[in-house]
């Protein structure tokens, strides 16, 4: 999933001084599940929201709260309809791809992104998400024991452990583990060192140019069964 | 051609030393300090932006030793350029008369002066061993013919002291396999380690030369034990800095520093001296050695 954090509230504040009808929408899917941009966090902001006005006396905001179940789906954002239709701002609590995806829906609406958009991770326990993927482009877990090395290598490295390593922590960070040495170590329990042993060539940035795009190859699956 | 990689490959003992160019435009002291190892060193290593500060680059000061008869091994990290630019820098190189060259992958920026800065590593340590052995076949990384190639002795780092042990020899054979003649090692001062690491490698037949890093203080050990990966200061030199008074502090160091050269010297193929500073100590650390 697709984990962020909320920004500050200050900075929060400060974005909305020029407008002063704002609509707090909130996104259903990964924002929900990591706690930064689901309809509970939605209704906390605009609670905060309204409270910091009260208490600093400044502001004339009025605020309004929703929440779309993908704000990156088109299919999902015409739910908004009459919504939008009496405000002067969105401010999006969906990642950097639901602020955009209403930024490009919604031509004539401004939007805010209330949340840093921060990995692609993984629940680690409660309350707790560690960055896993990359997306680079070119999957290489099957030679990395399914560990990815261009994640959790802080130098994104891919033929061993840098110099940097002590007691299997990182250089960077005496916390994080060094992810050549889990690699090592896993790749020795399954028995297949020899996928450490080869030699990987340099990475192709040609292959993955920004931004990228994926057309479907299958049939399009219509319909919120995908969801 | 290099006198470094002819006393390798010939067999022969080495020594060699290290500068590390100083942050702003003024290299006399850098350059002083090159003059005081020239008579004792067959080769000087020039950091790249050692700990990821800020400083005047390697091949500059290389250029610079060049100029003076001096034999730099210019060391050339993946922290900060991309491929273009690390290839760009090795045909600099060549063109300056630089032959020696030491591949690293590079502390990471967040050990610096300059942690906000984007870490690079367009290629690691290996990738580069074997960029520039490409180029010294007369083609770039992507197989475009050069005009004319350069001839570099290439060599890389390995850390005998790191646990595991297993995946640093991994990593050293996949450099040999692409290109590296000769290892300079992390600081040693486990000699017992030192010599159960080069039993694991002796078979590849590749010079090891031993780090030696000149220990100043039981606080410089203890910091080093904690934070530099690879090294272990065992606690009698600790003890033994620590008994001694202050006055007396670089002769100590001396002292240790041409035990531990004398401990290694019958298990490799040279010793790389860092003096931090303390580069006086280095022709008296040497006589002691070979006398």
Redesign the interface.
Known sequence: MIVAEQKPLEDIIRMIVPYERVLILGCGTCMTVCDAGGEREVSFLHNALQLAQARSGEGAHTFSEHTVKRQCDPEFLEALGEKTADVDVILSLGCGIGVQAIAEYLPDMPVLPGVNTSFMGMTKESGVWDERCAACGECRLEDTGGICPITRC??????????????GKC???KDMDCA??LI?QRL?RLQQ?DK??R?????N?RAIPRPRRIMSKAETVTGESNG | MSKFKEKLESGKFVITGEIGPPKGVNIEKCLHDAELLRDYVTAINITDLQSAVLRIGSLAVSSKLIERRIEPIFQLTCRDRNRLALQSDLLSAWALGIENVLCLTGDHPTMGDHAEAKPVYDLDSVQLLKAASTLNQGRDMSDHELDSNPNFFLGAVVTPGAEPMEPQIIKMKKKIAVGARFFQTQAIYEPDKFESFINQVKSLNVPVIAGIVILKSAAMAKFMNENVAGITVPEDIINEMSDTPKEDRKKKAAEITARIIRQVKPLCQGVHIMPLGWDELVPEIIKEVEA
């Open positions: 802080t130098k994104g490295i891919l033929n061993g452990p840098c110099a940097g390593v002590k007691n250089e960077a960070n050549w040495i090592y020795e060192l450490m042993r030699y990987y060539p340099p990475r940035f």
